[in-house]
């Protein structure tokens, strides 16, 4: 199973996910592809399999990839502060993948009903990508 994070700004969420998802699912590849070098260096840091920066990564990878794991912003052109390119939340919207997003509540985007803390989602997304193993 290919299974990719990808996040920017510092990393924090995506290092979260890796860990979360290589400690669920052992046996999973883990792509970790930032927005910039800081988010990269901090997942491939936290175990992920390989990494990659920019926005072709994150096109390549996601034609590759089984599941998409990362913010809620990814799918959003301009979001994280303006990281993800407008191609970059196409790849993603437009992948065969299963998509598991992280919601949150930031850049100007209000996701309503969302309390639980992130390290509860983190928990919950590798457990749906643990789930899709089953399936």
Known sequence: MEILVIDGQGGGLGRQLVAAVKKAVPQAVVTAIGTN?????????????????????????????????????????????GEITPAMAQAVAQSDARRILIPANRCDTLVVGVSAPIGTLVEQAAAAVLDGCRN
């Open 37 to 81: 070098s800081a988010a990269t260096s901090v997942m491939l840091k936290a175990g992920a399999d390989r990494a990659a920066t920019g926005e072709n990564a994150v096109v390549v990878g996601c034609r590759r990839a089984d599941v998409i794991l990362g913010p809620i912003g990814i799918v959003m052109a301009d979001a994280l502060l």
